[in-house]
Nanobody, 126 residues
Framework: QVQLVESGGGLVQAGGSLRLSCAAS????????MGWFRQAPGKEREFVAA???????VYADSVKDRFTLSRDNAKNMVYLQMNGLKPDDTAVYYC????????????????????WGQGTQVTVSS
């Protein structure tokens, strides 16, 4: 069983920056497709960004050019650098991992992920 723990959320003014971190357990970290999803009250969970074992990334159109996803396989860590934050970015952000298949694809569907963190709150004020 893979355990994921997010951190780095908080309150920030519009235009500010935050860096979210996700710490993962296990020896097979490099094999995992790692994704970030977010969910605001009353809204469906939506895809934010994901990265596969080789470092290929995919971003949602709403965050492209503002967010940067990276991974450090030596530390079993994933980072989401968020710049130019907007009030619409307010949500609980979840880190997720797939089954660890060295997928050539970068997964963007929540159904493709089987391990989830507890979430971290990001609030962007006007």
């Amino acid at each position: 069983q893979v355990q994921l723990v997010e951190s780095g959320g908080g309150l920030v003014q519009a235009g500010g920056s935050l860096r979210l971190s996700c710490a993962a357990s296990g020896r097979a970290f490099k094999s995992y497709n790692m994704g970030w999803f977010r969910q605001a009250p009353g809204k469906e969970r939506e895809f934010v960004a994901a990265i596969n074992w080789s470092g290929s990334t995919v971003y949602a159109d709403s965050v492209k050019d503002r967010f940067t996803l990276s991974r450090d396989n030596a530390k079993n860590m994933v980072y989401l650098q968020m710049n130019g934050l907007k009030p619409d970015d307010t949500a609980v952000y979840y880190c997720a991992a797939d089954r660890g298949t060295y997928s050539v694809y970068v997964r963007t569907l929540s159904n493709d992920y089987v391990y989830w963190g507890q979430g971290t709150q990001v609030t962007v004020s006007s």
